[in-house]
T-cell receptor, first 112, second 113 residues
Framework: NAGVTQTPKFQVLKTGQSMTLQCAQD?????MYWYRQDPGMGLRLIYY???????DKGEVPNGYNVSRLNKREFSLRLESAAPSQTSVYFC???????????FGQGTRLTVV | QQQVKQSPQSLIVQKGGISIINCAYE??????FPWYQQFPGKGPALLIA?????SEKKEGRFTISFNKSAKQFSLHIMDSQPGDSATYFC????????????FGKGTHLIIQP
């Protein structure tokens, strides 16, 4: 009963490097989300996908791209990492018509 | 524009006391108001939630009070315990929107033994 699984859990990047954060859910949820969490800023929505094949920008999309690979998987890509992207990233999913969102354990990313 | 305002940012309560966290919202289309609890190194998890057709919901030591006319809601933790020490987020959801939950900025709660 895994729920929402994120990989990796920790990552250190150098400025300008690229990487992809992976997220998979096994609850057959339609909607998936990427948030970033910064001290004093709460959880801010980066991108979301209401269903397979669709993605939309959230509050802070600049510097990120996403791919909804299939119903289970939703990845977040940083093409050229910047120190301002140092954060904890959370993936979440939700079943259509049900407001409760389920979160992964998070990825702690440091850009030096 | 911050749609959900949460206060205080941090809170210290003695064991056995009452912890109170407040939130205010602006968008009257919101129709579901959850509270999430987050322990260090973990993702947020749903703690308790309320819909605007009721003024109060209680689950064990946790109670949500909801004031629709004032567009405010609050979380009360009775008989607070050290194990309640965590970050708490209020949130709001609109059933007509696909973009998920709008979160407050969080409250870091410490319960002192």
């Amino acid at each position: 009963n895994a729920g929402v699984t994120q990989t990796p859990k920790f990552q250190v990047l150098k400025t300008g490097q690229s990487m992809t954060l992976q997220c998979a859910q096994d609850m057959n949820h339609n909607s998936m989300y990427w948030y970033r969490q910064d001290p004093g800023m709460g959880l801010r929505l980066i991108y979301y996908s209401a269903s397979e094949g669709t993605t939309d920008k959230g509050e802070v999309p600049n510097g990120y791209n996403v791919s909804r690979l299939n119903k289970r998987e939703f990845s977040l890509r940083l093409e050229s990492a910047a120190p301002s992207q140092t954060s904890v990233y959370f993936c979440a999913s939700r079943k259509r018509g049900v407001p409760e969102a389920f979160f992964g354990q998070g990825t702690r990313l440091t850009v030096v | 524009q911050q749609q959900v305002k949460q206060s205080p940012q941090s809170l210290i309560v003695q064991k056995g006391g009452i912890s109170i966290i407040n939130c205010a919202y602006e968008n009257t289309a919101f129709d579901y108001f959850p509270w999430y609890q987050q322990f260090p190194g973990k993702g947020p998890a749903l703690l308790i939630a309320i819909r605007p057709d009721v003024s109060e919901k209680k689950e064990g030591r946790f109670t949500i009070s909801f004031n629709k006319s004032a567009k405010q809601f609050s979380l009360h933790i009775m008989d607070s315990q050290p194990g309640d020490s965590a970050t708490y987020f209020c949130a709001a959801f609109s059933g007509g929107g696909a973009d998920g939950l709008t979160f407050g900025k969080g409250t870091h709660l410490i319960i002192q033994p």
